[in-house]
């Protein structure tokens, strides 16, 4: 329940831009300003960050509010999985980051692996689709849907990208200081299970 006032913020967040986007009434547009305002202010109170960098996050966004992809490719080799060490936060996550318009999720995770890891991959198989609502991950403004996809190494060798300090694989028992934003210990475990049953179905909450 300690999180509660952020799944607040952002219904009241989400519910605001719904009606921007949809209403055409002058006195409608007001009270949903408002709306958002309030929002704003909420998550102002209990983080870190100011009301302009709040405002500047929630104001950039227009249209109907949908949760936003995220795809995280896992690639296994000897029985361990690939990771790569963030810049961000020097800690380690699933090579992947949010899905560019234009771009299929195999063409994004392909995409990825090779700019954070120098992996030349070929995408097989969703393995699962993780909703950040229904798991530990650090409070966050946005709901992320993680979609985990299984790919293999064509060609290519270890090589950081502009947003990576750290290329390595690891075993299931020795995990790293992980992302937490971008993946838990738990989701990790999980894809493992892939590894000892391949028939195994997609994972999706």
Same mark, same amino acid.
């Given at each position: ?24 009434? !002058? ?15 909420? !998550? ?38 690939? !990771? ?27 995409? *990825?692996?090779? *700019? ?40 290519? *060798?270890?090589?950081?990208? !502009? ?43």
């Amino acid at each position: 329940m300690s999180d509660k006032w952020l799944e607040w913020a952002k219904q009241i967040q989400s519910l605001a831009q719904a009606g921007l986007t949809f209403t055409n009434d !002058m006195y409608d547009k007001e009270r949903y300003e408002q709306l958002r305002t309030l929002s704003i202010e909420i !998550m102002n109170e209990y983080t870190d960050h100011n009301f302009e960098s709040i405002r500047d996050l929630f104001a950039n966004e227009t249209g109907y509010q949908t949760p936003k992809v995220d795809v995280r490719g896992v690639v296994f080799k000897n029985d361990r999985i690939l !990771m790569v060490r963030e810049k961000h936060d020097d800690a380690w996550a699933l090579p992947g980051g949010f899905c560019d318009v234009g771009e299929s999720p195999k063409e994004n995770v392909t995409k *990825e692996i090779l *700019e954070e890891a120098g992996f030349h991959v070929e995408a097989k198989k969703l393995l699962a689709v993780f909703d950040t609502n229904k798991h530990a991950h650090p409070p966050q403004p946005y709901q992320y849907y993680k979609l985990c996809i299984q790919c293999e190494i064509i060609s290519g *060798e270890a090589s950081l990208g !502009m947003e990576t300090k750290g290329i390595d694989f690891f075993a299931e028992d020795n995990l790293p200081n992980l992302s937490l934003n971008r993946n838990t210990e738990i989701q990790i475990k999980r894809l493992f299970e892939f590894l000892r049953d391949p028939e195994k179905p997609a994972l999706f909450d």
